[in-house]
Each structure stands twice: as structure tokens, then as C-alpha cells.
């Protein structure tokens, strides 16, 4: 993506390039390399509209959460949860 200097827009190079694909798919040999200066010229071309309300948030969207990490194999880790469970449903009933 683009940075304060040197802004431009995705989606505008992503339409570039799907212009071109005809282009560059039906181009013979000789040709491809100067399409391919052409496209990356006009890539280079775009530029995003200056908009002074823009502001993007720098922040992490989600808050941790309180839960460990998977540090071991999944079925030994779902063996010891069930032994667990069992274990409490044991002491429950007496």
C-alpha cells in the first residue's frame, strides 16, 4: 500500500492491470516487454486525490484474548480437557 509520500491507489492499479491483460496475454514476444514498460508507467502515474479529512487509525481493532497458546499437539491437549471434564463430573456426583 501506499505511504505519505508517495500515495497511491490500489484499486486503481488492480483495474490498470486488468485493462491490460488482454493486452498482455495476446502481445507477441517482441512486444511484451514494452507493454509491460507501458503498464508499469501508467501504475506509476496513479495517485490517490489529496483529501486533508483522511485519516486512517493506527490501533489494534481487537483486544487480546485470555486465552493460552497452542503449545501442544491438539489431540493430547483435547485428552486432557476431557480427562479434566470427567474428572470434575466425577467429584460432582458423589
Not at 15 to 33: D, I, K, S, W
Not at 60 to 66: D, G, N
Not at 77 to 84: D, F, G, I
Amino acid at each position: 500500500m501506499g505511504n505519505v509520500t508517495d500515495p497511491f491507489g490500489p484499486k486503481a492499479t488492480l483495474q490498470l492491470v486488468r485493462a491490460f491483460e488482454e493486452n498482455l496475454r495476446h502481445a507477441p514476444r517482441g512486444r511484451l516487454t514494452l507493454r509491460r514498460v507501458y503498464l508499469l508507467a501508467g501504475i506509476a502515474r496513479l495517485r490517490l486525490p489529496h483529501r486533508p479529512d483522511r485519516v486512517e487509525p493506527r490501533a489494534v481493532k481487537r483486544r487480546p484474548k485470555p486465552r493460552s497458546l497452542l503449545t501442544k499437539p491438539r489431540h493430547i491437549l483435547k485428552a486432557e480437557l476431557l480427562k479434566q471434564q470427567q474428572k470434575y463430573h466425577d467429584d460432582a456426583l458423589r
